[in-house]
């Protein structure tokens, strides 16, 4: 078996949090990381994504950062992942940072990346042996025999969701992040990219949205005061006179 240090490198109050990265039944082991962070789990999921956007990640960090549930279940990471093996990360960073601003989230900026430079993260690996349960006939006295430290006391989790990372729903991340256009009201709008000759500032795209949605809302009033037939005063037919 594996042991790891049960403290840190690092100085200073540490939390201990634990993900598993391959469960082997057949020889009844678990082999997961050991992670000594100064701040919680949710902030070094933020930093190791901030470092994949503007950085490299170590190999032992991308295993961890590919291991977690959060990770896994957050359709941005997985879509600027997959967009990743396609399109070069200086311009699928521009992508994403514009459709953030776009969609109203905190942007993964470089400077958001350099605020977490005073969280240290510490990373090990070991292989522990799976627990066997205790066979259980299934007969039971009173609820006074289970005993209080059998149901189901023992270690509080580590909560796996933040309300500070925040992500739009209902999005395919992928698709707008690797084709570079949104579709909006019926009209395409491209995103800027350093790369490209033709860059079109910020300020610039909000002014063509909102040009859009003007244009959109002048032609559904158009639409409607077409729908309005100007209503008169109905004529009588004339009387013939005898």
Same mark, same amino acid.
Not at 162 to 172: G, H, L, P, R, S
């Given at each position: 078996?594996?042991?790891?240090?049960?403290? $840190?490198?690092? =100085? *200073?109050?540490?939390?201990? !949090?634990?993900?598993?990265?391959?469960?082997?039944?057949?020889?009844?082991?678990?082999?997961?990381?050991? /992670?000594?962070? +100064? *701040?919680?789990?949710? =902030?070094?999921?933020?930093?190791? !994504?901030?470092?994949?956007? !503007?950085?490299?990640?170590?190999?032992?960090?991308?295993?961890?950062?590919?291991?977690?549930?959060?990770?896994?279940?957050?359709?941005?990471?997985?879509?600027?992942?997959?967009?990743?093996?396609?399109?070069?990360?200086?311009?699928?960073?521009?992508?994403?940072?514009?459709?953030?601003?776009?969609?109203?989230?905190?942007?993964?900026?470089?400077?958001?990346?350099?605020?977490?430079?005073?969280? +240290?993260?510490?990373?090990? &690996?070991?292989?522990? +042996?799976?627990?066997? *349960? =205790?066979?259980?006939?299934?007969?039971?006295?009173?609820?006074?025999?289970?005993? &209080?430290? =059998?149901?189901?006391? *023992?270690?509080?989790?580590?909560?796996?969701?933040?309300?500070?990372?925040? /992500?739009?729903?209902?999005?395919? !991340?992928? &698709?707008?992040?690797?084709?570079?256009?949104?579709?909006?009201?019926?009209?395409? /709008?491209?995103?800027?990219?350093?790369?490209?000759? &033709?860059?079109?500032?910020?300020?610039?795209?909000?002014?063509?949205?909102?040009?859009?949605?003007?244009?959109?809302?002048?032609?559904?009033?158009?639409?409607?005061?077409?729908?309005?037939?100007?209503?008169?005063?109905?004529?009588? $037919? $004339?009387?013939?006179?005898?």
């Amino acid at each position: 078996m594996v042991t790891v240090r049960h403290k $840190p490198n690092f =100085k *200073g109050g540490f939390r201990t !949090w634990y993900v598993n990265y391959n469960v082997n039944r057949e020889q009844s082991t678990i082999e997961r990381f050991v /992670v000594f962070s +100064s *701040g919680r789990r949710q =902030k070094v999921m933020e930093k190791l !994504w901030l470092k994949l956007v !503007w950085d490299e990640l170590t190999k032992i960090e991308l295993k961890l950062f590919l291991s977690m549930t959060e990770v896994l279940n957050n359709d941005k990471i997985v879509g600027f992942l997959r967009a990743i093996l396609e399109i070069d990360k200086r311009t699928l960073r521009q992508r994403l940072i514009k459709l953030e601003q776009l969609f109203g989230e905190i942007p993964t900026s470089r400077e958001r990346y350099k605020g977490f430079s005073s969280l +240290s993260i510490e990373i090990q &690996s070991e292989i522990v +042996s799976l627990s066997r *349960g =205790k066979k259980f006939s299934g007969y039971v006295r009173n609820i006074a025999s289970i005993g &209080s430290g =059998k149901r189901g006391a *023992g270690e509080v989790p580590e909560p796996i969701a933040d309300a500070e990372f925040k /992500v739009v729903e209902n999005i395919d !991340w992928y &698709s707008l992040l690797s084709v570079g256009e949104i579709s909006l009201l019926s009209q395409r /709008v491209s995103l800027p990219d350093e790369d490209t000759e &033709s860059v079109e500032t910020e300020s610039n795209l909000v002014i063509n949205l909102n040009q859009i949605h003007n244009d959109h809302q002048s032609n559904s009033l158009d639409r409607k005061r077409a729908a309005i037939k100007p209503r008169g005063r109905k004529r009588s $037919p $004339p009387r013939n006179v005898v």
